[in-house]
């Protein structure tokens, strides 16, 4: 049956709410493929703490395509700039086969980007800037960054090159003339996984303890051996600067679960304020009730989209 053409369906939601498997079910259905909008799961060995669940792909034996996982080393920092040229390229290829894209994530400011043609510039290195902000504390560095520009990414503080690197990206910003975005602007419609908050809260809770079971300290030991340093696990956040901080003996096992979880927690409704502030700019979400059974949330959005 022909649904209505969208360049681009957009499936967003907070960690653990399953958008993956239902971004993956609508790609079946539309002979689509999908593009991963997870500023984290572009980096190559960070599997488990990322949770990219490449299982969730498969369909019997057929593997839905994806894209923008495992397009970068670890320890690099890949920036929105870049993931935004690489999702161009990943699109292009997508429309150029004939498929339809659906782009799958978590990350607001990724997916706003994209879906939104942000007009975006690559941000020179300033090491004269560097030198002089790396004599002040974070705590001073944060001060001063809100003082700049109001501030919806807290991760920005999470460590003082985190800080640094974002007051680098916004003096850019301000001494170079923003030029007439040359974007495609992507017809895009929104779909969201709304999914009670206790509810989500026990899925992040129980999805901690099996990542951890499935090896999550490993993983970020095995990226230490092969160069990856603390101080750059600490920059991805959340599992990988917890465990590091485990590893660097500054937490103990306990503590680095417990104050995990309790951070992936927030990161999770910092993801629900994101969402509600893209509604307040006039962006129209879709909210599709997490509890609905997944064939049945694909009928809806297939339904909506033949509206």
């Not at 991760?155 to 990206?169: G, H, N, V």
Request: hydrophobic letters at 35%; glycine letters at 6%.
């Amino acid at each position: 049956m022909e649904h209505k053409k969208y360049d681009l369906i957009t499936i967003l939601g907070p960690t653990a709410s399953g958008k993956t498997k239902l971004a993956v079910l609508l790609a079946d259905k539309m002979d689509g493929e999908i593009v991963s909008a997870d500023s984290r799961q572009v980096y190559k060995g960070m599997d488990i703490g990322t949770g990219k669940d490449l299982a969730d792909y498969n369909i019997g034996e057929r593997t839905i395509p994806y894209h923008l996982i495992d397009i970068a080393d670890a320890g690099s920092k890949l920036n929105i700039f870049e993931y935004q040229q690489a999702f161009y390229s990943a699109y292009n290829e997508i429309k150029d086969r004939g498929k339809q894209a659906i782009l799958c994530g978590g990350s607001g400011l990724y997916i706003e980007a994209v879906a939104e043609g942000y007009d975006l510039k690559p941000v020179p290195q300033n090491d004269e800037l560097r030198k002089k902000l790396e004599a002040y504390t974070l705590e001073d560095l944060a001060q001063h960054l809100e003082k700049m520009k109001k501030v919806h990414n807290k991760s920005d503080f999470d460590t003082k090159k985190r800080a640094i690197r974002a007051i680098e990206i916004e003096t850019y910003y301000q001494t170079n003339p923003h030029e007439k975005a040359s974007n495609p602007q992507l017809s895009n419609i929104y779909f969201g996984i709304s999914i009670d908050r206790e509810v989500r809260r026990q899925r992040i809770s129980q999805r901690l303890h099996e990542r951890l079971a499935q090896g999550l300290v490993e993983e970020v030991e095995e990226l230490h051996k092969k160069g990856v340093s603390i101080d750059d696990l600490m920059y991805y956040g959340l599992e990988y600067k917890y465990v590091g901080s485990y590893l660097a003996k500054q937490l103990s096992y306990n503590d680095m679960v417990q104050g995990l979880e309790m951070a992936i927690h927030q990161f999770a409704k910092r993801q629900m304020t994101w969402f509600r502030g893209m509604e307040r700019k006039g962006l129209s979400i879709n909210w599709i009730d997490y509890s609905i059974p997944n064939d049945e949330k694909v009928e809806l959005i297939l339904n909506q989209l033949k509206s």
